[in-house]
C-alpha cells in the first residue's frame, strides 16, 4: 500500500467529474456572449465584467456625482437656521454633549454669525455663503435630519461609503453600483475619482475601495493635473497598426492564460483593465478635454476665476464623464477644510467661496442640458457641527466641534424632488429629531432611484451574501422622491 496517496485539490477533483472545470468555463463564456446580446437582469451571482445589466425596476437615475465634503459641514451657519442658537448665543447649553476633544470643550451656544433667506419658489433658507446653491434650490432635496450616532472622522466616512461604521475592507458605494449596473460606455472606466491637487482626503484610497471585490470595481483615479492619466498616447512610433498588432498578441496571451485559469477574478479584472486601457486612448482623450466648452461654461463653473478654478474644473469634467456613460464619478478634497474646530468665520467662508459656485453650476448645467433627471447629484459630508463653541483662547479663534447626531446633506435630479426640505433638528441643530435618515437609509435610497433593490444586490464573501448595508436597519425614504 502506498504509505502517502495522492491528494487531490479542488480544481483537480472538479477536472475528474463530469461538471469539470472545462464545462464551467464554456458555460462563463456563454455566460458573457448572452450578456453582450441582452442585459441580464440582476441576481444574486458574482459579476467580473463591466457589461450593462438590467436593474430590478424601471430606474429614476442613470449615473450619481457625489461632491463629497470631508471634515463635517457646519449646517447651523450654512443649510439649517437656528434663531433660538442665536437668541442664546453666549449661554451655557443645559443638554449632553459628546465632545472629540475634550480640552477644548465648552458649553456655550455659539450663534451663526451667517444671515439667512428663503431662495427659490420653494422658500428654503440658505446661508449668504451659499448665494450660488441658492439660484439651483428649487433643484435641490435639502435632507436635514441626517445622524450617524458617532463624532469620528474615519468612522463616518466608512459608514456613509461602506455600510458600516469604521469597518474597513468592505466595497464603497462606487463599487457597488457599479457591479450591480456595469458601465453605459466599454470605453471609460465605470467609476471615476476625481482627487485634489492638494492630496488625497482623510482615509485615502479607503474613500473608493473595491474592498472584497474584484479590482476591476475599484475607483479609477484621476491626477489631479495635466496630464490627468499617464502615458495615455503611445509614442509615435509604437502607435497605429503596429500598437493594434501588439494588443491583439497581448489579448491572445491573456484568454490563452485564462483560460487555465477559469474562474480567476483577480486575473479576469487584469484583463479588463488592459483591454479598457486601450479604448480609453481615444474616449478619455475626448472627455477630459475642456477646451471644447464654451467660454459661457467655463465662466459659468468659476474657471476664470483663481478661487474656484480648480474645483470648477473637477466639476465640468464630472459632467462630461456621465455625458459619456460613466455611471459613477467622486469628487474628494484634500484632507478635510470643512472641519473647523478653529477659525470658523474665516475657514468657513474660504471653503465656500471655492466651492458654491462650481456646484450650482453643475447643477445647472445638467438641468439645461436634459440630463439632470437621470443624473444624481450628491453634496454632503460625513459628520456635521455642534451647536457650542469649541475654544481657541479668543472669540475670534472660536469653532465648533464634531456632530454625528444631526447634520445636513442634500441630493438634486435622479428622481429626487427639488425644491423640499426634509427632516428637522432640535432647536439649537444638535439632534436630528424629525425623519431621522441614517447612511444606510441614504444608500437604499439611492440604490432605489437606480432602480435596485438594495437587499438583492449581494456579493459572495466568507460564505455569504453581503450587501451594501450589511444586514442593519434600513429603509428607502420613499418621502423625497417624486
Not at 437582469?41 to 430590478?56: A, T
Not at 428663503?118 to 446653491?133: A, D, F, I, K, V
Not at 474616449?283 to 476664470?304: F, N
Not at 444586490?457 to 448595508?469: C, G, S, Y
Request: charged share 20%.
Amino acid at each position: 500500500m502506498n504509505p502517502h496517496p495522492p491528494t487531490n485539490s479542488r480544481r483537480q477533483f472538479l477536472q475528474n467529474t463530469g461538471m469539470g472545470v472545462g464545462a464551467l468555463a464554456l458555460q462563463w463564456m456563454l455566460t458573457q456572449e448572452d450578456a453582450s446580446a441582452k442585459p441580464p437582469v440582476l441576481k444574486e451571482v458574482q459579476h467580473n465584467d463591466m457589461l450593462p445589466r438590467s436593474p430590478h425596476f424601471t430606474p429614476r437615475a442613470k449615473a450619481m456625482i457625489s461632491l463629497f465634503q470631508h471634515g463635517g459641514p457646519s449646517h447651523m451657519d450654512l443649510t439649517d437656521p437656528k434663531p433660538e442658537l442665536s437668541k442664546y448665543d453666549g449661554t451655557d447649553y443645559s443638554g449632553d454633549i459628546q465632545f472629540s476633544f475634550v480640552n477644548e470643550a465648552s458649553k456655550k451656544l455659539l450663534g451663526s454669525p451667517y444671515r439667512f433667506q428663503p431662495h427659490g419658489q420653494c422658500g428654503t433658507e440658505l446661508s449668504e455663503l451659499l448665494p450660488h446653491t441658492a439660484e439651483v434650490v428649487d433643484d435641490i432635496c435639502l435632507i436635514r435630519s441626517m445622524r450617524t450616532g458617532a463624532n469620528g472622522h474615519e468612522v463616518n466616512i466608512r459608514y456613509f461609503h461602506s455600510g458600516i461604521p469604521a469597518v474597513l475592507g468592505r466595497p464603497t458605494f462606487g463599487s457597488w453600483l457599479t457591479y450591480a449596473l456595469g458601465s453605459e460606455s466599454q470605453d471609460l472606466p465605470a467609476f471615476m475619482v476625481l482627487a485634489d491637487p492638494g492630496g488625497h482626503p482623510v482615509d485615502g484610497a479607503t474613500n473608493w475601495s473595491n474592498g472584497f471585490m474584484p479590482s476591476l470595481f475599484q475607483g479609477t483615479v484621476l491626477r489631479p493635473k495635466e496630464p490627468r492619466i499617464f502615458n495615455l498616447q503611445p509614442p509615435t512610433h509604437l502607435s497605429g497598426e503596429f500598437q493594434r498588432q501588439n494588443l491583439d498578441f497581448l489579448q491572445t496571451l491573456n484568454r490563452q492564460h485564462l483560460q487555465s485559469h477559469p474562474g480567476e477574478s483577480d486575473l479576469e479584472a487584469r484583463i479588463a483593465s488592459y483591454e479598457l486601457a486601450a479604448r480609453m486612448q481615444t474616449a478619455a482623450s475626448d472627455a477630459l478635454d475642456i477646451s471644447q466648452e464654451t467660454a459661457a461654461t467655463h465662466k459659468m463653473y468659476g474657471l476664470d476665476q483663481p478661487e474656484t478654478r480648480e474645483y470648477g474644473t473637477r466639476c465640468l469634467l464630472a459632467r462630461r464623464l456621465v455625458e459619456r456613460g460613466v455611471r459613477f464619478v467622486q469628487l474628494f478634497h484634500h484632507n478635510q477644510p470643512w472641519d473647523n474646530h478653529s477659525n470658523l468665520k474665516s475657514g468657513l467662508a474660504s471653503i465656500c467661496r471655492k466651492t458654491d459656485q462650481p456646484v450650482a453650476a453643475l447643477v445647472a448645467d445638467l438641468r439645461q442640458r436634459g440630463m439632470l433627471d437621470e443624473t444624481l447629484v450628491h453634496w454632503g459630508g460625513e459628520i456635521g457641527r455642534l451647536p457650542v463653541t469649541q475654544e481657541q483662547g479668543s472669540p475670534e479663534k472660536a469653532g465648533r466641534d464634531h456632530n454625528g447626531q444631526g447634520f445636513s446633506i442634500w441630493m438634486a435630479g435622479g428622481g429626487v424632488r427639488g425644491g423640499m426640505t426634509f427632516g428637522k433638528t432640535d432647536v439649537f441643530g444638535h439632534h436630528a429629531v424629525e425623519n431621522i435618515v441614517t447612511p444606510n437609509d441614504f444608500q437604499a435610497t439611492v440604490m432605489h432611484l437606480f432602480g435596485l433593490d438594495y437587499e438583492q444586490v449581494a456579493f459572495p464573501h466568507r460564505n455569504q451574501q453581503q450587501i451594501i448595508t450589511a444586514g442593519r436597519p434600513a429603509r428607502v425614504v420613499r418621502e423625497i422622491i417624486s
